[in-house]
T-cell receptor, first 111, second 113 residues
Framework: QKEVEQDPGPLSVPEGAIVSLNCTYS??????FMWYRQYSRKGPELLMY????GNKEDGRFTAQVDKSSKYISLFIRDSQPSDSATYLC???????????FGSGTRLLVRP | DAGITQSPRHKVTETGTPVTLRCHQT?????MYWYRQDPGHGLRLIHY???????DKGEVSDGYSVSRSKTEDFLLTLESATSSQTSVYFC????????????FGPGTRLTVL
């Protein structure tokens, strides 16, 4: 079983929809949680960063961490075709330099 | 902008040949990482560095070596390339190892025939 699980999709939604992307994890020691966006043939780009539990909002994006359920989410409001990309979750322990990545969810926003 | 460049951006080589990929950063960040990305596997850590001449293995280090003789450069070498090393390779850096915020380069697409 992978330490971090993520549905590969693709997830196809109409423009303007609210998108929910999720990851589950097994290691309760993870404390730092990140979401990266990766466009086709590009490097991953850091989108959201959260320490421990709770919510964080940045414009149309909201990241949620539920440590009791070992579950993290990224919500995208008013989705745009330019949001079409692969979204990777990543997490790490306090004592480590290393990130553990999910395999990514491909999102398609239809005009 | 992370200020990471990778070279070459594309490479085709033959099984058994040595290959070196270069990662260059314009920042003075202490931490640098090499990942490979394959369908269904996401990003997997090959090696990382926490300072000049300080490196350690990641989860998929077999067949790879790294060197960091200067803060700005981190080299990944495939001593004898195999077809299983066909992949997209990404370099990343981080100012602080503890916070986990890593910033990625544009990637190198390597094909081993």
């Amino acid at each position: 079983q992978k330490e971090v699980e993520q549905d590969p999709g693709p997830l196809s939604v109409p423009e303007g929809a609210i998108v929910s992307l999720n990851c589950t994890y097994s290691n309760s020691a993870f404390q730092y949680f990140m979401w990266y966006r990766q466009y086709s043939r590009k490097g991953p780009e850091l989108l959201m960063y959260t320490y421990s539990s709770g919510n964080k909002e940045d414009g149309r994006f909201t990241a949620q961490v539920d440590k009791s359920s070992k579950y993290i989410s990224l919500f995208i409001r008013d989705s745009q075709p330019s949001d079409s990309a692969t979204y990777l979750c990543a997490m790490k322990m306090d004592s480590s330099y290393k990130l553990i990545f999910g395999s990514g969810t491909r999102l398609l926003v239809r005009p | 902008d992370a200020g990471i460049t990778q070279s070459p951006r594309h490479k085709v080589t033959e099984t058994g040949t040595p290959v070196t990929l270069r990662c260059h950063q314009t920042e003075n960040h202490r931490y640098m990482y090499w990942y490979r990305q394959d369908p269904g596997h996401g990003l997997r850590l090959i090696h990382y560095s926490y300072g000049v001449k300080d490196t350690d293995k990641g989860e998929v280090s077999d067949g790879y070596s790294v060197s960091r003789s200067k803060t700005e450069d981190f080299l990944l070498t495939l001593e004898s390339a195999t077809s299983s090393q066909t992949s997209v390779y990404f370099c990343a850096n981080a100012a602080l190892g503890g916070s986990g915020e890593q910033f990625f380069g544009p990637g190198t697409r390597l094909t081993v025939l």
